[in-house]
Every structure is written in C-alpha cells, then in structure tokens.
C-alpha cells in the first residue's frame, strides 16, 4: 500500500508556493488601494479660525481628487495639545491625519515643558500647506484708527489696554507678546478657548485688540464688527487695501505670520506619506484654490516631507531664543 506522505508533501509545497506569490500581490494591491475608506483630519482648534479655514478648504479639494472624504475634526483644548496629543496615538495608517499650526509644533512646546509630545520625534510630516497673514485687529468703533495709535495709547497708558488671544501658547498669544516686547509697550494678554471666540469677544468691546490670521477676522471686518488696523507683512493684503503695513504706521522691524500644515502619526509608511504629500501639492496648484485661499489672507505653500522637518525644527529653535530672549511665558 503506498504511502500518502509523498502527496501530501507535494500539495504542502504548492500551498506554501501559492503564498509566496499571492504576499506580495496582496501587500502591492493594498497599497494602490489606499484610501479605500474617509480619512479622518484632526485640526486643534476652534472652527472658524485661520488653521480651520485653510483645513476645509484643503480637506474639499482632496476629497475632490481622491475619491474619499476627508472629514476635518476639531478637537480644541489647551492651545492644541489635546487634538495634537490624539494624532500622535493614532494608527500610522493615514486614516487620521492632522491638520496643525506652527504654534501647536514650534510654539506651545517652548512655552509648556509638560507638552505631551516630541514634535520632531512624534510625527511624520507632511507638507507645509499655507502661510497665514496676520494683522492687528480692534472693534470697529474703537478711536484707533492705525496701529501707531494703539502704541501711544498704550504707552500713554501702561497695563491698561488688552489683547485677546486663542489661549496660551497660541499664535495670537506669541504675536502679542512679540510685538508688545518689540514696540515696549505693556498690554494685558486675555487667553480664550480658541481664536474665533477672542475675535468675537473684540468685536463686542470686551477686549481692547487682537493679533489674528487674516482669515479668523475676514467675515467680522467685512460684516463691520471689526476693522483692521494694521497688516503684519511687508506690503498691504489686496482685500484691505486701505490698511497699512505696520512698517507705513511707523514700526519698523516687524513681520509676524504663521503657518499651517498637515502631519501624520510617526511610524506612518512611507508610500502613505508620499501619496498624501502629492495630493497635498495636487490641491495647492489648482487655481480656483489659490484664489480661495488668497481671499481669505493665505497664501499656498506646499513642499516635501524633508522640507517641513526642516520648518519645524529650525522654528522651534527660533522660538526657543524668542520666547527666553522677551521673558514670554505661558499664564
């Protein structure tokens, strides 16, 4: 009677040749798949501010292009920490990306020594998206009518006046307390849960101004409830052509603006990287998007993974200098 080892032994053989070949198949389709479900965009802050704006508009145009929406969640709380912490334990599997600004990666770190997360060593970016432009913003029936008003107020007046902010550690916090420690004035930082809300707060006189992105205060300064007073860059923004530059107000030295970008989990493969890192770059070039973004005071960046590494870390030590150099401290 002969043995069945022998069959047996051959269908073995053909099983674990079947897998060999069928592996790598499979690793290779489920690559080309990807996204083959919603992805999940984690922005840390308020809606309506500069970085959500910017975030929607991008999370549209890539749910456009790649076949799969890409839903912006806004998880607020302690200058971002919060949503930044949740995006650093997230699978690295490109279904939960993050939506995030400078401040949440170079900013808040310098000023919290307890920050929860390594922003060199934690994530994997992505690409810088967007520059953010800033301005000085008050209410609209405020006497100030240039941001050189504001400064003599203020000196006139030392610890009388107040600037509203998105919280500690936020880029309207960083940009009061730059430019107060710039023009040596003494003004009173108001923290709030998110920039929106600090705008809202201006408009209705409860705070004296705020240093916001352009694209925070755009429907409030259209709609009469604020009115910038001074644009932080080196030439006016082309909707508020009526507002000067800081430098045609009379202070000389001072630029301010932020920006925003898109960062994964570390561990994330490299494909998942690179594909999003295209789309990113795809977005950025369509027209209709530029101009989108432009009217609401962004301006379309875009770059490699390596390019963003870079930002971060040379901003985070700039910031650290910064902030030890003026006394900034988080309240």
């Known amino acids: 009677m002969n043995s069945p080892r022998p069959r047996n032994a051959l269908r073995r053989a053909a099983l674990t040749l079947a897998c060999a070949v069928a592996l790598p198949w499979s690793a290779t389709a489920h690559a080309q798949a990807?996204?083959?479900k919603p992805i999940r965009m984690i922005v840390p802050l308020a809606a309506g501010s500069a970085v959500d704006v910017a975030a929607r508009l991008l999370a549209a145009k890539m749910s456009q292009n790649m076949g799969q929406t890409v839903v912006v969640e806004n998880v607020v709380g302690a200058a971002g920490i919060i949503g930044a912490s949740q995006l650093a334990k997230a699978a690295p599997d490109g279904y939960t990306i993050g939506g995030f600004n400078d401040s949440i990666l170079t900013m808040v770190?310098?000023?919290?020594?307890?920050?929860?997360?390594?922003?060199m060593?934690?994530?994997?970016h992505v690409s810088r998206v967007?520059?953010?432009?800033?301005?000085?913003?008050?209410?609209a029936n405020s006497p100030w009518k240039s941001a050189a008003d504001l400064v003599a107020a203020?000196?006139?007046?030392?610890?009388?006046?107040?600037?509203?902010?998105?919280?500690?550690?936020?880029?309207?916090?960083?940009?009061?307390?730059?430019f107060a420690a710039h023009t040596g004035i003494d003004?009173?930082?108001?923290?709030?849960?998110?920039?929106?809300?600090?705008?809202?707060?201006v408009a209705g006189g409860q705070v004296d101004m705020t240093i916001q992105g352009i694209a925070t205060v755009a429907a409030l300064a259209k709609g009469g409830k604020l009115k910038l007073i001074g644009v932080m860059a080196d030439q006016?923004?082309?909707?508020?052509?009526?507002t000067p530059t800081l430098k045609e107000a009379g202070i000389q030295g001072f630029e301010y603006s932020t920006w925003f970008g898109v960062t994964l989990p570390k561990g994330t493969p490299k494909d998942i990287t690179d594909r999003l890192n295209a789309e990113v770059v795809k977005a950025l070039a369509d027209p209709e998007m530029r101009r989108r973004f432009a009217e609401v005071g962004l301006r379309p960046d875009g770059g490699?993974?390596?390019?963003?590494?870079?930002?971060?870390?040379?901003?985070?030590?700039?910031?650290?200098?910064?902030?030890k150099d003026n006394g900034i401290k988080g309240d």
């Not at 060593?121 to 994997?124: G, K, L, M, P, R």
């Not at 902010?165 to 307390?177: C, F, L």
């Not at 490699?304 to 902030?323: E, F, T």
Request: proline share 12%.
């Open 109 to 119: 770190p310098n000023l919290n020594p307890n920050t929860p997360f390594n922003p």
């Open 34 to 36: 990807y996204p083959a």
């Open 154 to 178: 203020a000196k006139a007046a030392p610890g009388r006046y107040t600037y509203a902010s998105g919280g500690n550690g936020s880029p309207q916090h960083m940009g009061g307390a730059l």
């Open 236 to 242: 006016r923004h082309p909707e508020y052509p009526d």
């Open 130 to 139: 967007a520059i953010i432009e800033f301005s000085i913003a008050v209410a």
């Open 304 to 323: 490699s993974p390596q390019a963003m590494s870079n930002i971060v870390r040379d901003q985070l030590a700039r910031y650290g200098k910064a902030i």
């Open 121 to 124: 060593t934690d994530f994997v």
């Open 187 to 201: 003004i009173k930082h108001v923290p709030y849960r998110g920039a929106s809300q600090a705008a809202q707060d």
